[in-house]
């Protein structure tokens, strides 16, 4: 989740800003929108009909005393049910449907009835009778509370309502009493518990919960994890002494997420560096152009520093969502753009790309190339296009809950101001500061912001510029300026209602170079508009010309074309290139819509010769 | 195994060559002798120890009845030992080392006291009393018994020894019994009871056991297996209709040599042509430069056309075992010179990439590229460089008894005459025609083969030209000529003792691309010379240049120096290049010689810029 909440102010926190009160941003449209609308109206209905089929529902109705038989499913089958709650609480508390409400209310009870006396909580682990916290590496206990406890503080935030809560308060206690310094020194094979403390923490002020967090943090690094290699588990290097990412890529930045929470509240500067450390060397070495995180299919893991396939990247959803996560709160830490460019990075390729844009179908691994005749050999590959639903089926809910929490990651606030990180369509209030913003991005560049509402003194409106958006322009009533790529363009003022800060970003179609030790782009460019990474689908290629056949002439211009009658309305780009046969035209569509019309060859990637 | 056995004629067996006898070729020496020899002198009795160890002999004590306990190890614990036991066959054979006899009698005892009175034989599922055949798809127990019956093939072949023969004869004969048509239709999970049951018709002439290798391979490939993605095991397309290899690598490889034994002895062309056709897709988009098969490490599997990554090949040593033994039954049953220059790429390269020079230490996965701060998180991890044994110990005894049966794949026989596929120095013998071989091969192009004993009659002498072999000269008493690269090149005589040829084929380095759609190695060339594969590896290199950082020259002239000190002798290639500082030169040496001085950095495919 992103931290959506108030940060309760510590003697110790350290963050440069603090994420605005839940419900103060609104989506009102855009293609973003457009994609939380389907989020509420069509994901999550079909989500909790898919949980009661795959009998995730079910278990917490055996564990409740309501129904007769034996756990079904994956030991974390639980945590989807959170997630999938998570994501229902922040669509609640944003529009209050009593439909939603009751499904809400329908699991509450199971959980609550589920709960142990003394407030252990995982269905799985009390159906089949499985001692407690004894195959904690694989056996995801941790994981189910931490998504049981984000799933809490949701419904709490959003509504103030304490039914939740409580029974995450309990099985937070319950956790406290067991772990931790002198007591069970286990550590779960699955971070997530890390993130879901300290929220707990900042929204009922409970130091222990922070406490237990900081040990999850500290102590993890030591190979303490048995069951897989200890890189597997992020257990191999200490936190603090890490310089990269590495292992399960879910895990890795999970971890390094909760990381940075603890860092925040405890004001852990040397914490806080390493985590830096550790996110440039992923961004430059281990994440895709599309955000997408881990190379490997063989553990759903980073690989070496460089090793990044495109024809079998994993870039599973679900830790492009964790990186989001991470990059939020490193954001607010730090106050650095990179982290906001990094979020928008990641939301408009490697994130929506595993999401139909019905919103019901889904992509587990996000892969960068398919070529022809690839086989359909498993239910996560990309040859069989996004699916309903998983086996492992983690990704589809975490989708639900980043949809619905989306206004989380797009402004924040501190002492000073306002700042506004990602452009959508909507209004964003901090203080006495209410903002309108008029964009038709990112088709277009051109982003209105409007007062609505200000207090007497000056406050200061910053705008992100993304590194990308050399010749940037910010006009306001005093004229128009030139602005710099890579960092916040601000305005101080005592606003004045009406006032408008327009901020113009140049989406001229650029072509991107991998960095030159990456082996499995060499001799290729990507096309890139803004935020969008651009692809070359078949369906929208010269007819009887492969994919895989297709070279892109680099000195060509590249051309936009608008075409509202297609996949919704999106903006095109060609480029002039050759096939087998001589010069054609290439055709390329936001990475993000590909495999709309059925699964298909497709590439991020394009060789020159 | 090679089928190094004398094919009983049959009249529907369709061959074009068939196997000299075994003890028909020696190898008195050149590197592959060495590698024999240290096969023979340390790897055997070293392999030896690790079964003990690992517990895989103590499995047939406790099932033998002279030891109490619990079985140890993988359901397939019983192959090891069995492939062990093949390649102390064929050297007690060549040497008849009393030591190793009692070795293979000791085995063979135990053996003989743990096969069940029906016939039935598989330690771990008798010690687990696991119902036999329950769970054929992971069990292994065709699989357990394939090995079983090519190690007394060979024992029987190069003996005459009929002890083990008759315990392999009691287990097949039990399958026979249980499987086939209207019986029990189940399939191994793990072909290679295929090719076993075809040798072991071959060397007693029971046609039931060519009947039920016959049953095995046309009902595969109709989705009985299940446990995995059917593709995994080879069983999505059945065997006659399929056009190309997919799924776990090493699977498909023996079911596709066992499926070509079937062919040959059957007559059956369309099955023949079904397997060209699969191994022409194989050799053209789904192997490696250096003969390695298998490009994911997910599953062991092949992927999809083209998709061969550096970095991550799999290629493991079993696979490429596994190629060259499917090669070589294609090369007796089409008479194609392709067929052998496969044997020879994945001989030199992929295959001894997999053992050190020492014999004692494996690489279970053979990368292509090695990348510096790799995580060596895997005991297959290549970062890890070659090791004594696995927890999946598949590899080594494979290794051991290909390197004990290498006679068998150099020469082969027909009515006319005697084909020669390999040369290495030694002796072979065909008929009343036998003939020394001399050459220092791979190192110098030149091959003298000398007439020591030779019939009254015309015969044919053909010598396989390797297709890289443009230029090659064959010299006889009639005179130098030049021979076609691809072909076999023959001269027809009544041979007298002491006539000579001599082929001479030009082993000038050159420069290979990749196929244009393989993204991994775009933009890069490989060197080669002659049958040898060359890669670049750290310790060569100018000091400071990481291997990742350097350029090829494609201009650049390619010059060897010899180097006795080295590794035994080497003759390395320097090619001009540059490094991020300005030119430089590049060391390249023979790409199966890596890490054999630690770990390092090392690519085969070279970027150009």
Redesign the interface.
């Known amino acids: 989740m992103a931290y959506a909440g108030p940060v309760r102010p510590t003697e110790t926190a350290a963050v440069v800003w603090r994420p605005v009160a839940a419900g103060a941003v609104t989506i009102t449209g855009g293609p973003l929108g457009a994609r939380q609308t389907a989020n509420r109206t069509a994901a999550i209905p079909a989500g909790l009909k898919q949980l009661r089929e795959a009998k995730n529902v079910l278990n917490l109705e055996l564990a409740a005393g309501k129904a007769e038989g034996e756990a079904v499913g994956p030991i974390f089958a639980d945590s989807d049910v959170h997630k999938w709650l998570e994501a229902a609480a922040w669509e609640y508390g944003r529009g209050a449907d009593p439909a939603l409400l009751d499904d809400i209310l329908e699991l509450t009870d199971l959980l609550q009835n589920a709960q142990a006396d003394d407030g252990y909580l995982d269905s799985v682990v009390q159906l089949r009778g499985l001692e407690r916290y004894s195959e904690l590496e694989w056996s995801h206990e941790h994981y189910c509370a931490g998504h049981l406890i984000q799933a809490a503080v949701a419904y709490s935030r959003t509504t103030g309502r304490t039914e939740l809560l409580d029974v995450a308060r309990r099985v937070a206690d319950h956790l406290v009493a067991t772990f931790g310094p002198g007591k069970n020194p286990a550590l779960d094979g699955h971070p997530v518990i890390e993130m879901a403390l300290v929220e707990l923490y900042r929204e009922t002020g409970e130091r222990s919960y922070l406490d237990l967090a900081k040990h999850f943090v500290d102590t993890r690094g030591r190979g303490t994890i048995t069951g897989r290699?200890v890189?597997?588990y992020s257990d191999?290097v200490p936190v603090r002494e890490a310089t990269t990412v590495?292992?399960h890529s879910v895990r890795a930045v999970y971890l390094a997420a909760g990381a940075a929470d603890v860092a925040a509240e405890t004001g852990d500067a040397e914490l806080l560096a390493a985590l830096e450390t550790q996110f440039a060397s992923m961004a430059l070495e281990k994440e895709y152009l599309t955000g997408g995180l881990g190379a490997?299919?063989?553990?759903e893991?980073f690989?070496?520093?460089?090793?990044l396939?495109?024809?079998?990247a994993y870039a599973e959803t679900c830790a492009t969502i964790g990186g989001i996560q991470w990059a939020w709160r490193m954001l607010l830490a730090t106050g650095k753009a990179s982290y906001a460019d990094q979020i928008e990075r990641m939301i408009y390729n490697g994130f929506i790309s595993g999401v139909s844009q019905a919103g019901t179908e889904y992509f587990y691994v996000n892969t960068l190339?398919l070529?022809?005749?690839?086989?359909p050999?498993?239910d996560r590959t990309p040859a069989r296009g996004r699916v309903g639903w998983f086996a492992c089926a983690c990704c589809p809910p975490n989708v639900m809950r980043t949809f619905s929490s989306l206004e989380g990651y797009l402004a924040s606030t501190d002492a000073d101001g306002l700042q506004l990180h990602q452009y959508l369509p909507g209004t964003v209030q901090a203080g006495e500061l209410k903002l309108t913003v008029a964009t038709d991005y990112p088709w277009q560049g051109k982003i209105t912001i409007t007062v609505d509402q200000a207090g007497p003194d000056e406050t200061t409106i910053a705008l992100r510029v993304p590194a990308w958006a050399e010749g940037a322009t910010l006009t306001t009533a005093a004229g128009t300026e030139d602005v710099t790529a890579g960092e916040y363009a601000g305005a101080r003022r005592a606003w004045q209602v009406g006032d408008q800060l327009v901020l113009d970003l140049p989406l001229t179609p650029r072509l991107t170079a991998p960095h030159?030790?990456v082996?499995?782009?060499?001799?290729?460019l990507a096309i890139e508009r803004g935020p969008l990474v651009y692809a070359l689908e078949q369906a929208d290629q010269a007819e009887g010309v492969a994919v895989?056949?297709l070279r892109l002439d680099p000195a060509g211009e590249l051309v936009e074309e608008r075409r509202e009658d297609l996949l919704g309305g999106v903006t095109l780009i060609k480029a002039t290139g050759s096939g087998p046969d001589g010069p054609v035209e290439l055709v390329a569509l936001p990475y993000h819509l590909w495999a709309n019309r059925g699964p298909q060859p497709m590439r991020v990637?394009i060789?020159l010769q």
Chains 1, 2 share one sequence.
């Open positions: 290699d890189g597997y191999r590495e292992g490997r299919w063989e553990g893991a690989g070496d520093p460089y090793e396939p495109n024809d079998r190339h070529r022809d005749r690839s086989v050999d498993h030159p030790r082996d499995a782009s060499r001799g290729c895989d056949d990637w060789p």
